[in-house]
């Protein structure tokens, strides 16, 4: 069994079909999207449609993006928050207008489901930002920081690439798990891909 781990699709349907395309896959294998299914491309209805299709036939587990979580209040409550709005949120709210009442009840009912972070059975963390305990996410005060904060990645970016966990100075929160799986922070400003 092989798992796949996609994160921050943005509203780019066409390119995750791409993607899809081009892994040799099977039924057995698991895929782990990391969140932000939408803003930002113009398909994200379609993209929150065709996931909750792709896992009628695939083991999926969904994580909550921050963008994710701004639709859903959205479809909830009706809020139209300005930061998301202008931070693709006015791209969503366009790809919306053409849904059934049915299909948004469905969505909400997907986005309602998503969860903050996932723990395989190899100790493997998968979260959208990252989280700041060194006792774990799931000892986070605010548990939204996990698909907002992005100190984990900052903390990691800034490391002495010569500590090792057996140091003092090693970050505890590393320590926790085998491997940490985040999204959320683009990385091709960079100059590189990690």
């Known amino acids: 069994m092989k798992t796949f781990v996609v994160g921050d699709i943005h509203g780019g349907l066409r390119a995750l079909e791409e993607v899809l395309e081009l892994l040799p896959y099977t039924a057995e294998d698991k895929f782990i999207f990391l969140g932000d299914y939408v803003d ?7 993209t929150i ?42 791209t969503t709210l366009k790809s ?4 059934t009442p049915e299909e948004r009840a469905v969505h909400l009912e997907f986005l309602e489901n998503l969860i903050n972070y996932y723990i395989d059975d190899q100790n493997r963390l998968f979260v959208h930002a990252g989280f700041t305990n060194q006792h774990g ?22 490391m002495n690439p010569d500590l090792t966990p057996e140091s003092i100075y090693y970050p505890a929160r590393l320590k926790l798990f085998k491997e940490i799986y985040i999204g959320h922070t683009p990385t091709f400003k960079l100059g590189f891909y990690t």
């Open 96 to 99: 919306y207008v053409t849904i």
């Open 137 to 158: 996410p799931d000892k986070e005060f605010y548990p939204n920081l996990v698909y907002w904060d992005r100190t984990l990645w900052e903390m990691a970016c800034a």
């Open 40 to 46: 930002g491309w113009s398909d994200a209805s379609a």
């Open 49 to 90: 449609a065709f996931l909750i299709d792709f896992a009628k036939s695939n083991s999926c587990v969904f994580l909550r993006g921050n963008h994710d979580y701004l639709l859903e209040q959205y479809l909830a409550k009706n809020d139209q928050n300005p930061l998301w709005l202008r931070s693709g949120g006015d």
